[in-house]
């Protein structure tokens, strides 16, 4: 016989790991400069920038799911207007697709639809 298959292979290390992916700012100096910016941080610089002052992820599942049970599909970390926001995918155990927004520092929803 032909050796025994290949089983096993080890899990996908979980976590919730969001953000990550370092920026790819190398040499080329853009015109723009450092003006557009702020809007454009990803989920991890903005994480790592307002820690400590915003609810972890962990927490805005928690409300978030306290709001619309159902599967998190989607957790974004945002800068809209001076104010961090979370936004959520959130698909319903009926199947609709849900969106709330929830501020990250005072942890009170914003919107949802």
Known sequence: GD?????????????????????????????????????????????????????SVRQIQRIANKLVPGDIVDIRLRQEGGVIVYRIKIIE??????FLKINATTQKLISAR
């Open 3 to 55: 050796g025994g298959g290949n089983s096993g292979g080890g899990g996908n290390g979980g976590g919730d790991d969001h953000g990550g992916n370092g920026g790819s700012h190398s040499g080329e100096s853009s015109a723009r400069g450092r003006a557009g910016d702020d809007a454009q941080l990803r989920d991890g610089e903005l994480a790592a920038r307002y820690q400590g002052k915003i609810a």
């Open 93 to 98: 155990k009926s199947g609709n697709l849900r």
